[in-house]
């Protein structure tokens, strides 16, 4: 009973889309489907006997023929019914997908920042990805074959029941058995899928590694092709290994669904046979209808316990689905989530005795301590791991503090709401993703580019010169993606793309972590001037490797390991012999060797 209560409640939940997005087409689709069964039943049975009796009565043929013509008209309305409607519902349940995917996508955005690295969410993902749409879809399958088979059994169990009631004894313990043994087979294919997802999710992976173009020169240049290869050999024998193992097993299940068929019929045969020689049964038709009604009717039950068994398949992989919708994000969707909206105009930023780890982690940021100043323009440096990009991360609050607070313009920064909040906050990365759309739109992400905006911004970029080079528009595709005659932009190009992102909006604060990294000396230099000059008002947090492009920022933040060690300007920080004293000096003295 547990199990049956489950099983509705997984096909209720995921019936949902079909609910919001198709009641029409969810309820004709079912009901269609549901009549035509039994009447193709009734058809199918009644028909043989309805003829052999005209015939051994010696009816008439005019009589005959008049019997036979309505039983093939209404045969014939039965299947054109079905069939035209089939169109409709084609495009509708494709219509239904596009939105069930488009909650997926959705769910996905509003996960907090800390499920990324979760190697289970990305087996979560990948099973709503893969199953969502194809479960909506078993569904409503279900709920069809479901009311075929209610349908068409109360029909043929009022006519088998009526000649031959040993039949249905028999049946029943046929659809106990294989009942019975489905619920071994969806064990299996739920084990199944469990084993092979991170199998296949790793062999997905080394597909991408051949195919992207951010792999192939170290594909090339390394020894990785061959490191990947052996991987993928190894993944794909244990794929191989598995796949055969419950192949066997299930396979093994379906011969028992056999050999319970085999018995049934082979029972019922005897038993019709013995009837027909004992007299119980006389007419010639009659036979004829309980010999098929049988037949039809075992079909029914096979497709019942198929159903059946689906109905706990499908419960199984609904639970997984479940699994993905039900992740709670605590930033994005949760109560602190919807807040104060920012006022326009500068940040100010206060750190307060911030702290935060990541989880099975050693690393740390503790005690930052930092006021900042609306239009101030701040350099933040480092070594590799001393904090810096998890500085970028809270600013933007894709995670929390643990401890201590961190405010924007007075205000904890837990108070306003997270998506207006980042909506005034420009970022550059120094991975700058290029996506598969138009120049404009790429650098349109925050929103509509005013063209003066575009302008200022091509300027201190050099888009044009881009643009020139690559004998290309603003209304240009980039990437091969989706087109042959796409634009691929080289790495420092596509940070210019980055920067002009941030640099044509209108923001409370920009975050520039190492977004000239791929850029040469005198574009890096150029960038620098842009976004360190008193023409940039927005306040400005900028980290950088190579310290001589800040040496103008109003101040110097030092990381290391996970604290601010010092902060000034740069004459100040040089004056101390400190950290920054260090790096500065080193990377001095590289540029003049040689």
């Known amino acids: 009973m547990k199990t049956l209560r489950k099983n509705i409640g997984s096909i209720v939940w995921i019936c949902k889309p079909f609910l919001k997005y198709g009641k029409v087409y969810i309820i004709l689709s079912v009901c269609i489907s549901a009549i035509y069964t039994p009447i193709d039943d009734l058809i199918y ?56 995917n488009q909650e ?36 409503r399958e279900l709920l069809i074959t479901l009311s075929q088979c209610v349908l068409s059994l109360a029909v043929l169990v009022t006519i088998v029941g009526t000649l031959g009631p040993w039949i249905l004894l028999i049946e029943v313990v046929q659809l106990f058995l294989h009942t019975r043994v489905n619920l071994k087979l969806n064990a299996n294919m739920i084990e199944r899928k469990e084993t092979l997802l991170p199998l296949e999710r790793r062999l997905k992976y080394f597909h991408r590694l051949f195919y992207m173009k951010d792999y192939a020169a170290d594909l090339k240049a390394t020894s990785l092709g061959s490191h990947v290869l052996a991987a993928h050999r190894e993944t794909g024998e244990q794929r191989v290994e598995k796949l055969g193992f419950f192949a066997l097993r299930g396979e093994l299940w379906n011969v028992v669904h056999e050999v319970i068929f085999f018995a049934t019929q082979l029972i019922i045969v005897l038993y019709l046979a013995q009837s027909i020689l004992s007299g119980r049964i006389a007419e010639v038709g009659m ?7 049988f037949y039809r009717l075992d079909t029914r039950i096979d497709i019942l316990t198929n159903a059946l068994r689906d109905a706990n398949g499908l419960s199984m992989n609904v639970e997984k689905i479940r699994a993905f919708f039900d992740l709670k994000s605590q930033i994005e969707t949760g109560s602190e989530a919807k807040g104060f909206v920012p006022e326009r105009g500068s940040f100010s930023v206060e750190l307060k005795n911030v702290g935060f780890s990541y989880e099975n982690s050693d690393f740390s940021l503790s005690g930052l301590n930092l006021v900042i100043r609306p239009g101030e323009k701040i350099a933040v440096v480092g070594e590799n791991g001393a904090g810096k990009s998890t500085f970028v991360k809270l600013l933007l609050r894709l995670c929390d503090v643990r401890e201590g607070e961190i405010s924007i313009n007075g205000r904890p920064i837990r108070e306003y709401d997270v998506h207006s909040l980042r909506g005034q906050i420009g970022v550059a990365f120094q991975n700058t993703n290029i996506y598969a759309m138009s120049l404009l739109e790429n650098i349109s992400l925050y929103g509509e580019v005013s063209e003066r905006a575009l302008k200022e911004a091509s300027a201190q970029l050099g888009l044009d010169e881009i643009m020139e080079k690559n004998h290309m528009t603003l209304l240009s595709q980039l990437t091969r993606e989706f087109h042959e005659d796409g634009v691929l932009l080289s790495g420092g190009e596509a940070q210019r793309v980055g920067l002009a992102r941030v640099m044509s909006g209108e923001f409370g604060l920009l975050l520039l972590d190492e977004p000239s990294s791929a850029l040469d000396p005198i574009a890096e230099a150029k960038m620098s001037e842009a976004i360190l000059s008193a023409a940039n008002q927005t306040t400005t947090i900028m980290i950088a490797h190579r310290l001589s492009t800040i040496r103008d920022a109003d101040r110097i933040v030092v990381f290391d390991r996970g604290r601010i060690c010092e902060c000034g300007s740069h004459g100040e920080l040089m004056s101390l012999h400190g950290k920054y004293w260090e790096m500065f000096t080193r990377q001095a003295e590289n540029y003049v060797k040689g």
């Open 104 to 139: 997926i996508y959705e769910k996905a955005r509003e996960l907090d920042y800390r499920y990324i690295d979760n190697p289970q969410y990305y087996n979560s993902y990948t099973w709503a990805v893969d199953e969502y749409a194809k479960q909506m879809d078993s569904a």
């Open 287 to 293: 036979y004829m209808t309980l010999l098929l009604s």
């Open 45 to 100: 049975v009644r028909f043989p006997e309805v003829m052999i009796d005209m015939l051994s009565a010696g009816r008439g043929f005019a009589l005959i023929a008049l019997v036979a013509v309505l039983f093939c008209i209404a045969d014939f309305l039965n299947n054109t019914l079905r069939k035209l409607s089939r169109a409709y519902f084609t495009k509708k349940q494709a219509a239904i997908e596009v939105e069930a």
